[in-house]
């Protein structure tokens, strides 16, 4: 499957695998084709799961990894793509219902944007909290002090 | 909150065109400290007199960021940490984890590790689905089941504490094989323990199954289609009462259960009460491995060579299990240090949950609590 990719789209798709699983690295522009012939020509039915990795010192800042699962093939594959801080992706909701608070997760975590996405806002730390705690340069005691003291009444979290 | 479900609109939704009440549109607030929802989950639940039009979920009270802490201990230390995430299921959270690592270190647990993982992960099983159903129960509003399932689901306990101390996060699985060896007459135990609990089974279903409320309650209620389930991403016994026969331990196997007989029950119309009857057949089955997995545990070392300070090659892994609830996967990255560089769990209640709206459309308020039983979510794990 990767190799009829690679025909397609050439250099924009690096099949790569470690540990005996298959995944690939593909070319942020690549991203909503490649998804939509995922799901529809492929038939990698069900998204497993979607989230993102946080490489500071690289230019190109976050990976964002797409974990799906076709139930015909009995087959999982990867797809990964790096972007740069600020960039948003396209939402996948519309190929795959499932993504909807996945990619809210992501968003809350990393402050990655899905465009398209219904409803984007954060899903587990609450409305108004300042930073995206999975970042690398989020400390790993650092909270968001002045969202505690307004809204709990209470000096520190911690 | 109008437009968040927008999205679905390509799933059958059972959305009255009319109102079934002339009246206006009802908001009331769930939660989050409600005894029905079993946990911190709110719900904002839009209402037509008692039919509910959607509803949107809450959640993230219980959030400890078990992700980023991931990130700042070493992989050993990581592992006592899963066990909080489903504290209902620690050993099956601990079970992912430790092989997950597993597949970064390219080690693999010895036989007589994998045997017992398989028991006691399979106890663990009926201890969840125990659980589920004395609660479930309970929300419904027959008492009885809670108090037979807890005093059933201490004799799992039991076991767990005399194998290592502790009765709900066990911390039972060491990277690489077992914590510890099993003790003197554990075998005996199980195999006691599988004697006393198979007509525990019938006792229950006695009490359910045919009990006229129990069906009323339950039969054609937050049901699900199998194209919505999979569109959903729902897995675990509520997509296989929907009629999908997939469990990831025959379509994927992992530990040892493909040396292991046992069937994969499935439901029909995906309703709560078909996803009892899958629940109630998979105790059965959970009791069929462990009788094969007692009767032939192999002698021999519990514990593979891995490295006392484990820096596993710079790469990426994913891997997932056959939770009680669903797939619980995780993703892991290593960048060659002792310490994980991103550990990332897929908790099967997180994305299950997402179903809950789906589910309750078009169902009364009393039912929302009986979907909320049937979906089996732990919050500790929705949160993470």
């Not at chain 1, 990894?65 to 996948?92: C, H, K, M």
């Not at chain 1, 968003?107 to 409803?119: A, N, Q, R, S």
């Amino acid at each position: 499957m990767v190799a009829k990719f690679r025909g397609t789209y050439g250099s924009g798709i690096t099949p790569l695998t470690y540990a005996g699983q298959n995944y690939m690295a593909v070319d942020r522009s690549l991203i909503p084709e490649i998804l939509q012939v995922l799901r529809n020509e492929e038939r990698f039915d069900y998204c497993v799961d979607i989230t993102a990795v946080h490489y500071p010192k690289r230019e190109k800042q976050f990976d964002v990894v797409w974990v799906l699962y076709s139930f015909a093939r009995n087959e999982r594959i990867r797809v990964t793509t790096q972007i740069v801080d600020g960039e948003s992706l396209p939402s996948a909701v519309p190929i795959w219902p499932a993504a909807n608070w996945l990619e809210r997760e992501v968003y809350d975590m990393f402050g990655i944007k899905f465009d398209g996405h219904p409803d984007m806002k954060r899903i587990l730390l609450p409305e108004g909290w300042k930073g995206h705690p999975l970042r690398k340069d989020y400390g790993i005691l650092q909270q968001d002090n002045e969202w505690v003291q307004i809204n709990l009444g209470i000096e520190s979290g911690q | 909150m109008t437009d968040q479900h927008s999205s679905l609109s390509n799933l059958d939704l059972e959305t009255p065109e009319k109102p079934f009440l002339d009246a206006n549109e009802l908001v009331i607030n769930m939660g989050p400290q409600h005894p029905a929802t079993h946990g911190v989950l709110r719900v904002i639940l839009r209402l037509d007199g008692e039919k509910v039009l959607g509803l949107e979920c809450v959640i993230g009270y219980l959030h400890r960021g078990v992700e980023k802490i991931g990130e700042h201990r070493t992989y050993t230390m990581f592992n006592p940490y899963v066990d909080r995430m489903d504290y209902v299921a620690a050993v099956s959270n601990g079970l992912g984890y430790c092989e997950t690592v597993e597949k970064l270190l390219n080690v693999e647990a010895p036989p007589r590790a994998q045997h017992v993982r398989v028991i006691l992960t399979e106890l663990n099983r009926i201890a969840s689905h125990q659980l589920w159903l004395g609660t479930h129960a309970l929300d419904i509003g027959a008492i009885t089941p809670l108090f037979y399932t807890f005093r059933d689901r201490e004799e799992i306990l039991k076991i767990y504490e005399k194998y290592c101390g502790a009765r709900l996060t066990t911390h039972a699985f060491r990277i690489g094989g077992l914590q510890y060896e099993t003790y003197t007459g554990f075998e005996k135990e199980v195999k006691n323990f599988l004697d006393f609990f198979r007509p525990k089974i019938d006792e229950y279903e006695e009490l359910l199954t045919t009990n006229r409320i129990w069906v009323e309650r339950t039969k054609n209620v937050g049901t699900i289609s199998a194209q919505d389930c999979i569109a959903l991403g729902v897995t675990g016994p509520v997509l296989r009462a929907s009629g999908v026969k997939w469990d990831l331990r025959k379509a994927q196997p992992y530990a040892n259960y493909k040396n292991f007989d046992f069937e994969i029950p499935i439901g029909q119309n995906g309703d709560t009460y078909d996803r009892y009857l899958v629940r109630m057949a998979e105790m059965r089955q959970s009791v069929r491995i462990i009788e094969q997995a007692v009767g032939a545990l192999p002698e021999g070392p519990i514990m593979a060579k891995v490295p006392k300070v484990m820096k596993p090659a710079a790469g990426e892994v994913y891997h997932s299990i056959e939770a009680p609830k669903g797939e619980l996967g995780y993703f892991i990255v290593s960048d060659g240090s002792t310490q994980p560089y991103r550990v990332r769990v897929r908790p099967p209640s997180f994305v299950n949950l997402q179903a809950l709206d789906v589910m309750c459309r078009g169902q009364l308020v009393a039912d929302v609590i009986a979907v909320i039983g049937t979906l089996d979510i732990v919050l500790g794990e929705v949160d993470r």
